[in-house]
């Protein structure tokens, strides 16, 4: 091979495309071969299969230097990931809690093809069954996911959401945070499960794991605890078949390695962590045989179509976004936090505390732009660390609090905090009855749980206290789309993100087979540009190929 030092040059007879967008055009045309040949005039490449003649030399006499293969965005990944959940791409929105992965965001997708998981966490059993039921009528058939979060402070709004998605009929669950397995994702999981005309056990309930640690990710890929098994089949939840057929599955058919996300996260670099779980996967298979090798997907960081790249070139059978789809039109985020994600940097994130695990210190990753959640929130923790109860707060802090964060009387606060447990979860009133420890971590939870919903709705005189979940992907995005009209909030469509994210990540890839064949990518060529669809184009189907001999 010959084209290791010399670049690329589109000039000459017989390649009418002399700048750098001829080039570009050719490397993005993914439905058609890219051939890289040499000519009297230098070193040109041809889309299409065969390469236009020029002056002196006749037709097909070129020496053929380096060739890489067509390439649309749905060969990359696992067939079988597409396969299992109806879908075009390999690809998947992820869950993002309180309604902000909307019903409109998971509907726009499976429109288009995708996967993408409604925002359920947080949320109110008859807000998830409205979004059931509009799911049931708007997108029959097509796939969805629905978030399910472990709550082992309020272990009542887990059991009731399981209820309501087999209630529902739901096929398919993102679970998320998950420390343990719990009696609640076990019961969802074996629910499903009926035997096959072959005698083997068939999944009608999926289940995608969103994990960051190997211990957790084992308990998802290995068959159900038996205990667990037993104490669900005595409360008569499952079938006595169905607690045979536990013995034969995992927990978890898809695995998603969660790296350095926004909301709960352990901020672990996806080189490093992805590399170690597809190694247990593999473990696990060879020890189980499963007749249905459990996959394994990417998620965290991924806001550019080189991450998506690198994320499928490690080995993921599927990429999973979240940060990005925040920002896009159909999220269930306000105007004004869509904006204050358009402008984040790659560094303008931050761990605060959790609101549904703060008395474990469990922080998750939001913006730090724009807003002081993340230091008020950790000035709560540090408090609820040092003092047994409201009242021993020093009264300085405690005016500090009132004036600054609540904005009102800490007993008006434990006053609303009492009403809304009495319509939610009782029994958090009843634990939190003789112990004042507890009703301080509710007070201080109310400040956590009321800043991400005026984030949600825009509470103009709330902005500094907005709560917004966010990893560095939003940075990476927004500065892959700064030449672009994704630039603007407005033109980002969920479905359009994902589209460009797929098809620069094939691109990419496309583009790492031809430097390992030696040949030098133009700087001016080597970047996907996102630029808007056609009229009536869908986001989920190919682009227009250029056709042979179109350079």
């Given at each position: 091979m010959t084209t290791a030092t010399t670049p690329l040059h589109w000039q000459g007879p017989g390649y009418p495309s002399t700048d750098p967008a001829g080039v570009y055009q050719v490397l993005a045309d993914l439905e058609h071969p890219c051939f890289v040949v040499r000519t009297p005039q230098g070193i040109g490449a041809v889309a299409g299969g065969r390469a236009l003649p020029s002056a002196g030399a006749p037709a097909g006499s070129r020496p053929l230097l380096a060739a890489a293969a067509p390439l649309p965005p749905q060969r990359l990944g696992s067939a079988a990931f597409r396969s299992a959940h109806g879908v075009r791409q390999p690809y998947m929105a992820g869950a993002m809690a309180g309604g902000i992965a909307s019903a409109d965001l998971v509907i726009a997708l499976a429109r288009e093809g995708y996967l993408a998981s409604f925002g359920a966490a947080g949320l109110l059993p008859e807000s998830i069954g409205k979004a059931l039921d509009r799911f049931a009528t708007q997108i029959p058939g097509l796939p969805f996911a629905v978030n399910l979060?472990?709550?082992?402070?309020?272990?009542r709004l887990e059991r009731e959401a399981v209820e309501l998605f087999l209630q529902h009929g739901v096929r398919c669950v993102e679970a998320s945070a998950y420390l343990a397995l719990s009696p609640h994702i076990v019961r969802y999981r074996l629910a499903g499960?009926?035997?096959g005309p072959d005698g083997r056990p068939v999944a009608e309930h999926r289940v995608i794991a969103k994990i960051s640690r190997t211990e957790t990710?084992?308990?998802f890929m290995r068959p159900a605890p038996a205990a667990l098994v037993a104490d669900l089949l005595a409360?008569?939840?499952?079938?006595?078949?169905?607690?045979?057929?536990?013995?034969?599955?995992p927990v978890a058919e898809d695995i998603t390695v969660e790296a350095d996300s926004g909301g709960h996260t352990d901020r672990r670099p996806l080189p490093a962590l992805l590399p170690s779980i597809l190694r247990l996967r593999d473990a696990v298979q060879r020890e189980h045989r499963y007749p249905v090798p459990i996959r394994v997907g990417a998620a965290g960081g991924l806001g550019s179509p080189v991450a998506l790249a690198a994320a499928f070139a490690m080995g993921?059978?599927?990429v999973v976004t979240g940060s990005v789809n925040q920002s896009c039109v159909e999220s269930g985020a306000s105007k004004a936090t869509k904006g204050l994600l358009a402008e984040a940097g790659i560094a303008d994130c931050e761990m605060a505390p959790a609101a549904d695990m703060f008395e474990m210190g469990v922080e998750l990753q939001v913006l730090k732009k724009g807003t002081l959640f993340p230091m008020r929130a950790k000035r709560l923790y540090e408090l609820y660390q040092a003092y047994g109860s409201l009242e021993q707060i020093p009264a300085e802090d405690r005016a500090r609090l009132e004036a600054q964060l609540f904005r009102r009387p800490l007993a008006e606060v434990w006053q609303e905090c009492e009403g809304y447990f009495r319509r939610r979860d009782p029994e958090q009133l009843a634990r939190a009855a003789d112990n004042p420890k507890r009703r301080m971590a509710l007070v201080f939870r109310w400040y956590l749980g009321m800043s991400s919903r005026w984030s949600t709705t825009g509470d103009p005189?709330?902005?500094?206290?907005?709560q917004i979940?966010?990893?560095p992907a939003m940075g990476s995005f927004n500065d892959w789309v700064t030449a672009s009209y994704l630039k603007a909030p407005g033109n980002r469509r969920v479905a359009e993100v994902a589209h460009h994210l797929m098809r620069g990540a094939a691109f990419h890839t496309r583009l790492a087979a031809l430097r390992t064949a030696g040949v030098q990518?133009?700087?001016?060529?080597?970047?996907?540009?996102?630029?808007?669809?056609e009229a009536g184009a869908h986001a989920g189907t190919p682009g227009r190929g250029l056709g042979e001999g179109a350079l």
């Open positions: 979060i472990h709550s082992p402070s309020e272990e499960l009926r035997q990710a084992e308990r409360r008569g939840q499952i079938s006595p078949l169905q607690a045979e057929l536990a013995k034969y599955v993921a059978a599927y005189e709330r902005t500094l206290d907005y979940w966010c990893g990518i133009p700087a001016s060529a080597a970047d996907y540009r996102p630029v808007p669809l």
